[in-house]
């Protein structure tokens, strides 16, 4: 990747964050609008690009497809699924449960930007997975796309729980740097010969599962009586028709 591609996934963190200390609300409809767009988008992206392009043909990527979805379950037990836009308020000033949240969300941001900047490194080899290359856009944007919602969630959260804005800051900057050092790292690894296509490939797998899990579970929430609100749907479908003309075009 280079220094725009870093820089854009902290901006993400930096516009969802923005958005919570400008609206200090749990404005639902808003975010209910970024997460079923975001969603949308992420599922059209992993389904028609992450999940043909990473497929070898070995039963093994769907185990790990399948382990990244019970990781991101799990994941979630620490988040309380600010992932996906729920928001629920910790007792005021709270900060074990406030550093639970945040080892949640940064360990699920790490594991997602491993594979990075190692995709961009692949470009100009020949191996037998010369088919990641071609993803990083797709992954890139899915990622910042997630994180705009994510941020704004965490950083409702927090103000909702009487946090300073200092230390709300604090933490959304924590988030927005663990992709890009994942990324970071993972593109160090490759280079030092510790990380090999495999490696990649399980990785890649993972990340699609923790995809999976969050994509459907925004999708497939709805209001008590079971109908999908119209704005959510035209937003829903909004984000389907950007991934595949994003697919078609890339």
Do not use: W
Request: net charge negative; charged share 10%.
């Amino acid at each position: 990747m280079d220094g725009f591609d870093y820089l854009l996934l902290f901006l993400a963190v930096l516009i969802g964050g923005s958005l919570a200390f400008y609206l200090r609300r749990n404005d639902r409809k808003l975010i209910q609008l970024l997460l079923s767009f975001s969603g949308a988008y992420i599922l059209g992206i992993t389904f028609l690009h992450l999940v043909p392009e990473t497929y070898d043909g070995s039963a093994n990527i769907g185990l790990f497809v399948l382990g990244g979805f019970f990781i991101q379950l799990l994941l979630e037990q620490l988040s309380r699924g600010v992932e996906h836009g729920h928001i629920h308020a910790v007792s005021n000033t709270n900060t074990a449960a406030a550093m639970a949240i945040m080892l949640g969300l940064c360990l699920h941001a790490f594991i997602e930007g491993l594979p990075l900047d190692v995709i961009e490194h692949h470009h100009g080899h020949e191996h037998e997975h010369h088919h990641i290359e071609s993803g990083v856009n797709h992954l890139l944007f899915a990622i910042v796309l997630h994180k705009i919602p994510a941020a704004f969630a965490l950083g409702v959260l927090l103000l909702l729980s009487k946090f300073k804005d200092s230390t709300v800051i604090f933490y959304l900057v924590i988030f927005g740097a663990m992709s890009p050092l994942a990324a970071a790292v993972g593109g160090f690894l490759f280079n030092q010969g510790l990380l090999t296509n495999d490696m990649i490939s399980a990785i890649m797998a993972i990340v699609i599962g923790s995809f999976l899990h969050i994509a459907t579970t925004i999708l497939f929430e709805t209001d008590t009586n079971h109908k999908i609100p119209t704005n959510k749907l035209i937003a829903i479908l909004i984000g389907l028709g950007i991934a595949i003309l994003t697919v078609q075009l890339g």
